[in-house]
């Protein structure tokens, strides 16, 4: 592979340079020891199981180019949130919520498996063409043959003495979020805009100089920003409210606890901004049926040929559900599981299938969506051991 084929030069840094064709990048190293590939490519197969999940983008393969120098490939994403920012300055507070709760959750699933992104900064959040948010370049080992400069973003106990672990990817969590709601590093002094006390306060913690300030685990950060993303969700139209209990009908302690629900913004690119409306869960009488036109809807704007999305009935294992629809190419996808008193999830998806964890004895409602920028489908809710689902 040569690296002039096809490829163009869209960026250099202190170690790495970009490169990129029509769908994918390539970011071409200097030479290094094979051993340092390989604990690069352990680092991958670890978060390869989770990039259907969480907002991971996965790196395809480490190939060589003509020169002999590697290069790892991944699918291109043109716009980052250091370029958003440079271009339109600081996001409104709850696009800058959204952001920092998709950062959080990819950096998370990774301290799971035990991967350490090790230099998080607003450069490597980038945005599918849908809007997506996704964190890139995850993995010490590289990082470690190639020591990046210090930047604004860099942890305190990075700049002194090279640590990387989950207590510096808490302080770049910190950093993204800062420039997010400032649309400056964590240094700059920038004023901050009118956000949730709570909000600050945690950007503030992450930010700590002492590692032991900070909060104690990703873990903890996801739970908080879910918290704050609650209230700050967008209002749902009145046709897609769930339906209140017939008059002179009691409602029944499921109904009352029941997923109200609400819309979660997927992206902030404002040209191709998802919208996923999240299924209730409702244990009383069945939802009205929904016309076959709204089980595969696409966005008004679109002057293309319907195209369709369909999801099939989802596969009960137990301690995980199997889903798979059927969609156009080029589509990005979002699947939403609604579980009984559960806060719904908003899950990733770029293949056209994915194994969804679920406790064995929960009820779920289970909806998908995809955009290619333009458009936008949507699947009428699928549900498993006998929960009723509304959009």
């Not at 490939?73 to 919520?97: F, I, K, R, T, Y």
Request: aromatic share 4%.
């Amino acid at each position: 592979m040569n690296s002039g084929d096809d490829f163009d030069l869209i960026g250099t840094g202190p170690a790495a340079t970009v490169y990129g064709g029509l769908y994918l990048a390539l970011k071409a190293y200097p030479p290094v020891d094979e051993d340092v590939l390989d604990s690069f490519r352990r680092e991958q197969e670890a978060l390869a199981p989770l990039c259907g999940e969480a907002p991971i983008l996965p790196v395809d393969d480490v190939v060589r180019l003509g020169d002999g120098k590697p290069a790892v490939q991944m699918e291109l994403c043109s716009a980052s949130l250091a370029g958003l920012v440079a271009d339109s300055g600081a996001l409104l507070p709850a696009d800058a919520l959204r952001v920092g709760h998709a950062v959080a959750t990819a950096v998370a699933a990774a301290h799971r498996v035990g991967v350490v992104h090790g230099g998080l900064t607003p450069h490597n959040v980038l945005f599918h063409p849908s809007g997506a948010p996704v964190v890139a370049d995850f993995g010490t080992s590289l990082r470690r043959a190639f020591p990046p400069a210090a930047t604004r973003y860099t942890a305190p106990e990075t700049r002194h003495d090279g640590t990387m672990d989950e207590r510096s990817d808490l302080y770049g969590i910190g950093g993204v979020l800062h420039l997010a709601l400032t649309g400056a590093p964590p240094d700059d002094g920038a004023p901050w805009p009118d956000v949730p006390a709570d909000l600050a306060k945690l950007v503030r913690r992450l930010l700590a100089e002492d590692p032991a300030d900070r909060p104690s685990t990703v873990e903890v950060v996801v739970r908080q920003l879910t918290e704050l993303l609650a209230p700050q969700s967008e209002p749902v139209p009145p046709e897609h409210a769930a339906p209140e209990p017939e008059a002179g009908d009691a409602p029944t302690p499921e109904q009352r606890g029941r997923l109200r629900a609400r819309t979660v913004v997927i992206g902030v690119v404002a040209a191709a901004t998802a919208l996923v409306m999240v299924p209730v869960l409702v244990d009383g009488k069945p939802a009205a049926p929904r016309s076959a036109a709204s089980t595969t809807s696409v966005a008004a704007s679109s002057a293309t040929a319907p195209v369709t999305l369909t999801l099939g009935d989802p596969v009960d294992g137990g301690a995980h559900v199997d889903l798979t629809w059927q969609a156009p190419d080029g589509f990005t996808f979002a699947v939403v599981v609604a579980a009984e008193n559960q806060n719904p999830q908003v899950l990733m998806a770029h293949n056209r299938s994915m194994r969804v964890p679920v406790d064995g004895a929960g009820k779920y409602c289970f909806l998908v969506q995809a955009t290619d920028g333009k458009r936008v489908l949507e699947t009428a809710p699928k549900s498993i051991r006998g929960a009723r689902c509304k959009t």
